[in-house]
């Protein structure tokens, strides 16, 4: 194999302290293409601050605020991993698992930004904003 020089002598990464890595496979493999850009987002955090077991102490709302996304959004990612076998998640902490054999390739499934009252109940578990959808737009809420 033919190594490339590198472009900038002065500024070779060297690596110190704690560090973050993902496998090859992790491309070769195609998990980086069965996840959605939501889902790699969370993912790739979590490796970056997860431990060398793999273990992240972030609340859900940090990881909202530091990624720029909606609490749904997240939580549809956040089951999409699990399924998917690349995080574990016990209600307060996290857990990046080894890839599995295989990427889960899902032939389709709705966006969490295009919930309809025809496929509401078609995620689950339920988001927030599932919830809110089902109460007042199918007239479920009663005052």
Known sequence: MKYLNPINREKIRNLQGSFAWIPHAFMRKGFWNSLSQKELLLYLFLVLVSDRHGMSYYSFGRICKMLKMH??????????????????????????????????????????????????????????RQIFQKMFLDGQYNS
């Open 71 to 128: 609490t749904d959004d997240y939580i549809c990612a956040r089951n999409e991993l699990m399924n998917k076998e690349l995080i574990a998640f016990d209600g307060y902490f996290f857990q990046v698992l080894s890839l599995p054999a295989n990427p889960v390739i899902k032939t389709s499934a709705p966006k969490s930004s295009q919930f309809s009252r025809k496929n509401v109940n078609a995620v689950a578990p339920a988001t927030v």
